[in-house]
């Protein structure tokens, strides 16, 4: 079974710092896709950034980028510029070649001001 | 149009009530999904259908019985709940096949069994 591990349940980040969320997980299979979801306070889920597996290029999303160890089984957030809206949980994802996806618990990120 | 829409929004239920939650999306997405979340941790899979068929169910209570009508519609029918089923529901849909394809989500069902 694949699970997925965030080992951070909470962050905190000044606004305009840098902060990086970690997530590893564990699978046996070489086919599949990782991802960072946002879920802000009562409001919906919403992708960040994606991340297939055979791709050794790190992926990146504006002010949003991952760091991608396939071998160490990792897959972290990197936020620049951290931004009051950036205030959210974070939950990494493992997803199957069959739409099977799994999220590790969470981390919880404060921007203060 | 990248919009998951779901109703209701608040569903408060009996443990001897029979309710139901629906589920739309218009973007073509052929495989839709149900999670349930409860407060403070992660969305948890439930099913999936791909191509209007159940191809997951994760050894979900039988007092949860999903149904996909067409390729824009989820429900989920619910019938002689607990209350430890309390929790938001959520649906979310996607393209079907190997790629990473996002999943998008709808705002979900809060649901109170008392």
């Known amino acids: 079974a694949q699970t997925v591990t965030q080992s951070q349940p909470e962050m905190s980040v000044q606004e305009a710092e840098t902060v990086t969320l970690s997530c590893t997980y564990d699978?046996?299979?070489?086919?599949?896709?990782l991802f960072w979801y946002k879920q802000p306070p009562s409001r919906q889920m919403i992708l960040v950034i994606r991340q297939e597996a055979y791709k050794q290029q790190n992926a990146t999303e504006n002010r949003f980028s991952v760091n991608f160890q396939k071998a160490a089984k990792s897959f972290s957030l990197k936020i620049s510029d951290s931004q009051l809206g950036d205030a959210a949980m974070y939950f990494c994802?493992?997803?199957?070649?069959?739409?099977?996806?799994?999220f590790g618990a969470g981390t919880r990120l404060t921007v203060k001001p | 149009d990248t919009e998951v829409t779901q109703t209701p929004k608040h569903l408060v239920m009996g443990m001897t009530n029979k309710k139901s939650l629906k589920c739309e999306q218009h973007?073509?997405?052929?495989?839709m999904y149900w999670y349930k979340q409860k407060a403070k941790k992660p969305p948890e899979l439930m099913f999936v259908y791909s191509y209007e068929k159940l191809s997951i169910n994760e050894s979900v209570p039988s007092r949860f019985s999903p149904e996909c009508p067409n390729s824009s519609l989820l429900n989920l029918h619910l019938h002689a709940l607990q209350p430890e089923d309390s929790a938001l529901y959520l649906c979310?849909?996607?393209?079907?096949?190997?790629?990473?394809?996002?999943?998008?989500f709808g705002p979900g069902t809060r649901l109170t069994v008392t």
């Open positions: 994802a493992y997803r199957r070649s069959n739409n099977d996806m799994r």
């Open positions: 973007m073509g997405h052929r495989a």
């Open positions: 699978t046996s299979e070489s086919d599949y896709y």
């Open positions: 979310a849909s996607s393209q079907v096949g190997r790629g990473s394809y996002e999943q998008y």
